[in-house]
């Protein structure tokens, strides 16, 4: 007789399992994330051994042979970039993104370079053959060493890939994966997490790297849980507007480089191309002669980029004035207009405030604290500011200005593009170069007034 199936509850977000269901997850207080599933056989490859084996001895570190990081370039100079410097051999790298973002794409793309001496085995769950096909005839992808798998069962995949020992595996995409030994259904959480267990164990046993792609839900975590992240080596976010044409990758976890790193990219009818200069791309085409716009300085991972920042500021025709911030932090713009009130005399009890990054970015630096409030100033005041001007720094409840890091860099950013003035904290002022001084005009500011003066004059 089949053994008897039984249901178990697991949480969509944090994959944590109970017996009964509940409103909230018990472990990561999500609300209505517990999902259904039958079970069996319990899942195999979490009472499964380590690649290791057992039996395996404990070493000094000196015991351990050397090895070092092989790493495959991938033909783009960003992806290499997100990365940590190339696709490292035998790692297991999880690319989330919204659906349509463009993650098929980056990787057929990469797979022209990846190809020119690996054997690259794309397992598509997704598209058909003949679909990705017509996409790579588009996107100019010509090698003879990718070859197209479309199958879904995870088990015959390893096997698969076992025999045909590849180069590179690339996923796409995890939700499609399945085994049907588990009685889950494909896409739900227990069969995301097995898939991806039985891929990296199979990335680490033949020693190839395997790129998964994983969808994102509403919420922005890659659907079927945290616990995806636990299981892979690196993890990439394709981040974007889809009415924009850029998009931008970003490490969130990178157990061979750093993270915070970001790559941008712009689809265009050939695929997505390389963004060279982001700075200069994102602050084209500014209004000149307008009040409530300020160009902010944000580093992402080591590079500094310039981002326009824009602040409307109308009386409300309610007694309850609205507040709106688009790529900016919420509660951080409802403490700025408190230090703006109440340390520097400027009021916006009766106004409808909006704040909006533009192009789509996101940014959640305190030094952009001093670009945003300059920008919501300026327009309270209907008061131009020069836009040969940039400023950054952080803001305290006393509305005092603090020194951020990597200064200079942020300063020198500014200067390659042509500005002529820096607004700075003055404790960051201090502790500048001379050779950073002779390269741009620089004012040290201690409150947010100062700046404001700065910008004007
Ligand atoms: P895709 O890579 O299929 O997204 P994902 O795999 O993340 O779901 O991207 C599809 C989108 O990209 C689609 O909206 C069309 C657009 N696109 C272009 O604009 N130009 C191109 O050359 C290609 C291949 C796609
Ligand atoms: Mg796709």
Redesign the pocket.
């Known amino acids: 007789m089949p053994p008897k199936a039984k249901a178990v509850y697991v949480c969509a977000s944090c994959g944590h399992e109970t017996s009964k269901w509940f409103g909230q997850c018990p472990q990561c207080k999500e609300w209505n994330s517990m999902e259904e599933e039958l079970r069996t056989v319990a899942p195999k490859s979490t009472q499964q051994q380590s690649a290791l084996g057992a039996g395996t001895a404990a070493m000094t570190l000196d015991a351990i042979a050397e090895s070092y990081e092989h790493r495959y370039r991938t033909g783009s100079k960003e992806f290499d970039r997100v990365l940590g410097g190339g696709l490292v051999k035998g790692s297991v790298v999880l690319l989330g ?10 990787l057929l793309q990469v797979c022209e370079t990846l190809g020119n001496g690996l054997e690259v085995l794309y397992i598509s769950g ?1 598209e058909s053959a003949h679909q990705l096909k017509l ?1 790579a005839g ?2 100019g992808v010509k090698t003879e060493n990718l070859k197209i798998l479309c199958e879904t069962d995870t088990q015959y995949l390893c096997e698969y890939i076992k025999s045909a020992s590849p180069g590179v595996v690339i996923v ?1 995409s995890i939700q499609t994966t399945n085994i049907p030994e588990l009685s889950s259904s494909t896409g739900s959480v227990t069969q995301v997490r097995e898939s991806a267990n039985l891929f990296a164990r199979t990335a680490k046993v033949l020693n190839i790297p395997i790129i998964i ?1 994983g ?1 994102v839900n509403k919420d922005g975590n890659i659907a079927g849980p945290k616990v995806l992240e636990h299981i892979v080596d690196t993890v990439l976010y ?1 981040e974007g507007e ?1 009415n924009h044409s850029y998009r931008i990758l970003r490490t969130t976890k990178n157990r061979f480089g750093s993270t915070n790193e970001i790559g941008v990219f712009q ?5 997505l191309s390389e963004v060279e200069n982001p700075s200069l791309m994102l602050i084209e085409g500014r209004p000149t002669n307008a009040s409530g716009t300020c160009i902010a300085c944000v580093m992402e991972g080591s590079r500094p980029i310039l981002a326009e920042v824009q602040g409307l500021v109308t009386p409300s025709g309610f007694g309850n004035p609205r507040r709106m911030a688009t790529g900016f932090d919420y509660n951080r713009m409802s403490m700025l207009l408190a230090v703006l009130e109440k340390r520097a005399g400027y009021f916006f009890g009766n106004m409808d405030c909006y704040v909006n990054i533009i192009g789509g970015l996101r940014i959640d630096e305190p030094a952009s604290d001093l670009s945003v409030a300059l920008s919501l100033i300026s327009s309270l005041k209907d008061c131009v500011m020069r836009d040969d001007v940039l400023a950054f720094g952080e803001i305290g409840l006393a509305g005092e200005l603090r020194a951020v890091s990597s200064a200079e860099q942020r300063i020198l950013e500014a200067a390659r593009l042509g500005f002529k003035r820096c607004v700075v904290p003055q404790h960051n002022y201090k502790s500048l170069s001379a050779s950073v001084k002779k390269a741009i005009e620089i004012v040290g500011a201690r409150y947010v007034r100062d700046a404001f003066e700065a910008m004007i004059d």
Do not use: N
């Not at 993104?97 to 980056?106: Q, R």
């Open positions: 993104g919204d659906p349509g973002i463009g993650k098929s794409t980056i997704e996409r588009r996107l796409d792609v969808h394709f889809r689809m265009g009818d050939r695929g």
